[in-house]
């Protein structure tokens, strides 16, 4: 642990969990322990033992578990049961979790999830847990299968639906049974409510950086950032396509993952490209720091941390007039009509032509989504979760 804790305390924490990819997830358990940390927390961060963890804050302390208790059902193959992947049934995960904990000394307070898989109602702890997906009806999580898989008439097709099944399912269940419900959106917030969850808004938070005071360059510099470029759901070919011959003295950044295709897309606009291809995410902030608007063309991410991060970093965004992206730009960005070219064209020539946003009144909108902000939050939702259980689930 950051250490890894050793000698038996029996002290309490708050346990953030589970670190297990490299998803905007989990840079939401990052986020969260950190704020919780710099909150004056005892913080337990839980991670998959087959995962290597980033250098944290000291005193964040790692408790790792086995991987094969992390790794959610809708990821298991079993044969001959194709459809327990729409099962519903906690995994082992909480207790296995419990007992590294208990032989590190440590009394969780409250679980802070970050995915509802993680919820097991015979745990008697706390357990509150982020909701990302909206729309959460049934119908919304349907409608985003195409952007899973293209052929869903196969054996992987009806694997992927019934994958898609479970996550509903499993979704809900963690929902109904969770002590506290944090939703990154007012309209997620909204309709768990309306279903009968005690629900309330957390805005995923970050550390925010304090930009140097500038003018825009000239070329004015635009840039788009994936792990993979190429990624359908971040519609980067669909946007490069809007921007064929595009009219203003620019030049163009690709920071990730790209096919030659994609690139040709780029060259096409008319701008000059630069493509880094994948980047640390430390390299990745300092090349996007240099840059002046961001383009963003995803229709389904459930969170944009690369929106918080162009928007401290000092750039304007173009992002789709979806939730939680209306939620999340405020004065330092513009929305388009997320199904017209012509829309997302229309609006990034006018971000570009128009002044950059003052810093003061960017960074006044970002303290919303700001690491402390999000601290006290997180320690509200845990205060609350443990005054609303009884004595017997402590």
């Known amino acids: 642990m950051t250490g890894s804790a050793s000698a038996p305390a029996r002290d309490t924490a708050l346990v953030v969990a589970c670190l297990f ?13 950190e704020a919780l940390a710099e909150q004056g927390e005892r913080v337990c961060l839980v991670h998959s033992d087959a995962l290597q963890v980033p250098k944290l804050s000291s005193g964040i302390e790692l408790v790792p578990v086995d991987s094969k ?30 007992g590294r904990l208990d032989r590190f000394g440590i009394v969780p307070r409250a679980f802070l999830f970050n995915a509802p898989f993680f919820i097991d109602p015979a745990i008697p702890v706390p357990q509150c847990v982020v909701a990302w997906a909206y729309p959460a ?19 992987n097709g009806i694997r992927t639906i019934l994958d898609n099944i479970g996550t509903y399912r499993r979704d809900w269940f963690g929902y ?7 939703a990154v959106s007012g309209r997620l917030d909204a309709e768990l409510r ?36 190429d990624t359908p759901r971040k519609r980067v070919p669909w946007m490069l396509e809007a921007l064929r011959d595009f009219p203003v003295n620019a030049e163009l950044t690709l920071i990730g993952e790209c096919s030659a295709r994609t690139y040709e897309l780029a060259a096409a606009t008319g701008m000059p490209v630069h493509a880094t291809g994948r980047l640390p995410r430390a390299e990745a ?3 996007l720091r240099s840059c002046d608007v961001f383009l963003f063309g995803s229709m389904i991410d459930d969170w944009g941390y690369v929106l918080l991060e162009a928007m401290s970093s000092g750039l304007d965004v173009v992002a789709a007039d979806l939730s939680p992206f209306d939620e999340m730009v405020g004065p330092a960005g513009s929305l ?33 989504f700001s690491r402390p902000t999000f601290g006290r939050q997180l320690q509200a939702v845990a205060d609350a979760a443990r005054a609303r259980c009884s004595p017997a689930r402590r």
């Open 21 to 33: 990819d490299g998803s905007g997830m989990a840079t939401w358990c990052i986020e969260a322990a």
């Open 69 to 98: 208790c992390v790794i959610p059902r809708v990821k298991c193959r079993i044969k001959g049961l194709e459809f327990e992947r729409m099962s519903a049934k906690p995994g082992p995960f909480l207790r296995e979790a419990c």
């Open 137 to 155: 009806s049934f119908v919304g999580y349907m409608r985003k299968l195409p952007t899973f898989h293209d052929k869903l008439l196969s054996v």
């Open 176 to 182: 109904r049974q969770a002590a506290a419900v944090m």
């Open 194 to 229: 309306a279903g009968g969850v005690r629900s309330g808004i957390v805005h995923p938070g970050t550390r925010l950086e304090t930009p140097v005071s500038r003018s825009r360059r000239d070329p004015l510099q635009l840039v788009t950032m994936a792990v993979d470029l």
């Open 285 to 287: 902030l300092d090349v």
């Open 336 to 368: 388009y009509s997320p199904f017209s070219s012509t829309s997302f064209r229309d609006t990034a020539i006018a971000v570009c032509k128009r002044d950059a946003t003052p810093d003061g009144v960017r960074q006044e909108w970002l303290t919303r």
